[in-house]
């Protein structure tokens, strides 16, 4: 593994489906319906080998056709595998949204097969891992590994990103943050992680850098985000016509490792992350089939420029 970035966590299969007429609990409604490989660390390592910053995946997959898929897909791509673990008798993750301009109105996932994403899991990938200048993971991992990746980072030259995946596993998430250098999630999750009704972003924020971590990102969707770094600032979003928002917060994380990769300052990172966000939610998909690092560099300027 000599990737650059190392993303650790989801790799599923995304199912989308577009209902045509107003959803209803009885009697059959038509629908368009998509399906790909997803997954927030794969998403995040896809985004990143398609606008030229080499990263690599570890994860776990089923033994079965959908894990095969997947393996194939992310090679295809120029990912790194050697981190990932294909698990006898398990069911490779899924994910399944139905989508309503764009905006998941219902989503179902089964992400079982990372609760046995162990030390022992780990372990086996760290030798290569750990020589990556950026690690990322998201919480589809035990709070358990998540807290080992903190405690490494004290012993070696990588920069720690954490990324929440969902407001369920924003309890995996560790009660103190020393040691994570950065930490994406959005409202509703820093909500349920800081055990509250509801939180702004600000407030958010420095709760959050309160519990030790260096840097904080708070999505809000079509608002943009609040970053705190520690001094807290809003960053609008990037305009777009949004056909299907999924992948969106894993374009924003990895424009911004990409642009940290390359020395720029947090608030500069996340800026260009908006950029890749706003790509994203262009195409039906977790992942643009069309981006590339010159499309992602004539978007940035027409950013700037606006």
């Not at 593994?1 to 993303?7: E, N, T």
């Amino acid at each position: 593994m000599s990737a650059l970035i190392a993303c650790m966590g989801g790799a599923c299969t995304d199912h989308v489906v577009r209902p045509t007429g107003p959803v209803q609990r009885d009697g059959e409604v038509t629908a368009q319906s998509a399906s790909w490989y997803g997954g927030v660390a794969l998403n995040v390592a896809e985004n990143l080998q398609r606008i030229g910053v080499p990263a690599a995946l570890v994860t776990r997959i089923g033994d079965d056709d959908a894990g095969n898929g997947l393996l194939a897909h992310a090679r295809r791509a120029g990912i790194d595998v050697a981190g990932v673990e294909q698990a006898p008798g398990d069911a490779t993750a899924a994910y399944l949204a139905i989508l309503e301009n764009g905006v998941p109105l219902y989503a179902f996932s089964d992400m079982r097969i990372f609760e046995g994403f162990t030390r022992a899991v780990l372990d086996r990938a760290w030798p290569a891992a750990s020589k990556a200048r950026i690690v990322f993971a998201d919480t589809n991992l035990p709070c358990g590994v998540l807290t080992e990746l903190a405690r490494r980072r004290g012993d070696a030259a990588f920069r720690y990103v954490l990324g929440v995946s969902s407001v369920p596993t924003a309890g995996n998430v560790p009660q103190r943050l020393a040691g994570v250098d950065l930490l994406f999630m959005n409202e509703a999750e820093a909500a349920q992680y800081l055990g509250v009704t509801a939180i702004s972003a600000p407030d958010a924020v420095s709760a959050l850098i309160a519990r030790g971590a260096a840097a904080v990102v708070v999505t809000r969707g079509r608002a943009g985000c609040v970053v705190g770094d520690p001094e807290i600032a809003a960053i609008p979003s990037v305009p777009a016509t949004v056909v299907d928002t999924t992948g969106a917060g894993d374009a924003l994380i990895a424009g911004t490792l990409a642009e940290l990769l390359a020395g720029a300052p947090v608030r500069d990172a996340v800026r260009a992350g908006s950029v890749l966000a706003a790509i994203t939610v262009e195409t039906l998909g977790t992942v643009s089939a069309t981006l590339s690092r010159s499309v992602f560099e004539a978007r940035r300027r027409v950013a700037a420029a606006s």
